[in-house]
């Protein structure tokens, strides 16, 4: 047997800065002694964090492997937190010890939704691959695939008294399952688009359904008469002579009137005018909250029985007694009033969060306090508040997770030159963190950055932004020493002269500009500060979308938005080589620590491996699937075993290694 291949291998060792992923949804759960409503789960990246909304700390992490949380769903006591996954994979972890003994694996792509049953004994999933699978969770295994939906799956409900199913998905429908026969026995047809939400109320006598439009529809749910079987038809009257054909009655049902019959009951009008995001009741579904892509939450409230017929009586009263005036007649004829669906679903409140929402989930508490908990698109979870038996219920904002993280997406990284801190900058601030400890530095405001690294002896960093401007930053005093206008456009790329003298950038204005560092004093400071000073600019036909100095720092690799690499002499900024194949524009390359090849990465998704001395193309790899349809975004060389390998890294966050 011959001897194996060795490889380096990268493994994901902490995540940090997220307080809630965006895939996933949030939800209440109950810890061990905890009382309701303070503990709330969310995903953070392939791991769920469950937060003390009280404390604003993490309590429990929830490991998962290498793919991303996509759903997850406590179970009825509490115990028990199902988590779905981007691969199809499904696993039920223990909120005692955070162990997960169960896993279930059905689905070819993300899990898109996950229910338990009343009893908690069984769990549905749908997935976007449009199978919807039923678990047994005691038994651990499968018990039936549901086939129907031509999208993906959006929600899917357990009816509580019957063995009934209920599905919506993209495909724009909504589908019945007889999970005794396991068939869809009826398929709802009146939506125009994708169904996005779905809630039983009215102790599972109406639906209401949430589409692209501001409109929740509601539809009455008649079940079969008790004492009549499921399937079973309605009894043939024999006939006799004296029977007319006319007055003959029609036994031929369709099947599933033998079950329940749907018909529409009206319509509930949102503010929002995009699609509902999501749709969620408390456990007695004596509150409906819904919300779009904005900031509002609106937040209904389902009125029992008793109130509904109080007040459909004043109402009747009230008219009566209109007729009577209006006629000045003993007897007036007498007036109807109908019962509109107004009358038994009114609006409670509007509750308007600090940034978009995303995902949310109500818990109603004792002395009719509803608790709501959302998570944000800007990374943050607040927890609300409000008494339902208010006249004028108002929500008030109880918690707010902020802790660490950035409010945008993180546009750059950087290691300090010792490895001991990283840094990040998004569209608005920039942060230092200690890479041992996952706890942040130090952060800053700072305009919309692009590019950033760490000033040798790792004292203060520097910015490239979307302005143009070059910031510098001191970490000691967390301020900004100075900000330069470097280019006319958005400045893509920085890189640090191997001699540690200066730096060199690119940018949108097609120029590629040299500075150095410098010290100086100002008038009114006692210690010299660090600057930058303009000594040489090359000028491009091109927009210049990165830079990189070869680690002898001879050559200077600059890659263009006409997809090709052009490669200069770094002391007369003479042409040296062109570098062309790539079919669109190449975002990232790095040079080896010999200066003898360089690896571009392109957002055709192509790592292509250059020989510095010729220009020719040593290899070309695809080196990220299409599925992903995402860029090749970073390109690292590292060496180890005289053996050189290219990792180049792609948005979602999947790292490939290849041997050259």
Known sequence: MGLTKQYLRYAASAVFGVIGSQKANIAFVTMRGGERGRFVAVAACEHVFIWDVRKAEKVLILKGNKHEVTYLCPSPDGIYVAVGYEDGAVRIFSLLNGESNVSFNGHKSAVTVIRYDSLGSRLVTGSRDTDVIVWDVINECGLYRLKGHKDAVTQALFLKDKNLLVTSSKDSFVKWWDLDTQHCFKTMLGHRSEVWGMAL????????????????????????????????????????????????????????????????????????????????????????????????????????????????????????????????????????????????????????????????????????????????????????????????????????????????????????????AVLSASGDTVKVWNRSTLQVIRTMACDYALCSLFVPGDRQIILGTKSGKIQIFDLASGTLLETVDAHNGALWSLCLSPDQRGIVTGGADKTVKFWEFELIKDEDAAQKRLTVKHVRTLQLDEDVLCVKYSPDQRLLAVSLLDCTVKVFYTDTLKFFLSLYGHKLPVLCLDISHDSALIATGSADRNVKIWGLDFGDCHRSMFAHDDRYRKNTTYIIYTHSCKKKYVNPLELPGFLHKFVV
Not at 231 to 244: C, I, R, Y
């Open 201 to 420: 109320l009215n102790q599972e006598s109406r639906l209401i359904t949430g589409s692209a439009d501001s409109e929740l529809r509601a539809w009455d749910i008649n079940y079969l008469q008790e004492g009549r079987e499921a399937g079973e038809p309605k009894e043939k009257k024999g006939k006799s002579l004296l029977d007319d054909d006319e007055e003959e009655e029609v036994v031929d049902e369709s099947p599933e009137e033998r079950i329940l019959s749907c018909k529409k009951a009206g319509s509930l009008l949102r503010e929002a005018r995009d699609r509902v995001v999501s749709m969620t009741t408390d456990a007695k579904a004596k509150v409906l909250a819904c919300h779009g892509s904005d900031t509002v939450l609106e937040v209904f409230s389902v009125l029992p029985e008793d109130e509904v017929e109080r007040v459909m009586a004043k109402k009747l009263k009230r008219a009566k007694k209109k007729a009577r005036d209006a006629q000045h007649a003993e007897d007036a004829p007498e007036p109807v009033v109908e019962r509109k669906l107004a009358n038994e679903i009114v609006r409670l409140t509007n509750i308007k969060a600090s940034a978009n929402i995303r995902w949310v989930d109500c818990l109603m508490c004792a002395g009719g306090e509803l608790k709501v908990a959302m998570l944000l698109q800007n990374n943050t979870v607040e927890t609300y508040s409000l008494k339902t038996s208010d006249k004028n219920p108002t929500g008030i904002k109880t918690s707010r997770l902020t802790l660490g993280g950035h409010r945008t997406d993180a546009r750059t990284l950087a290691f300090s030159s010792d490895n001991i």
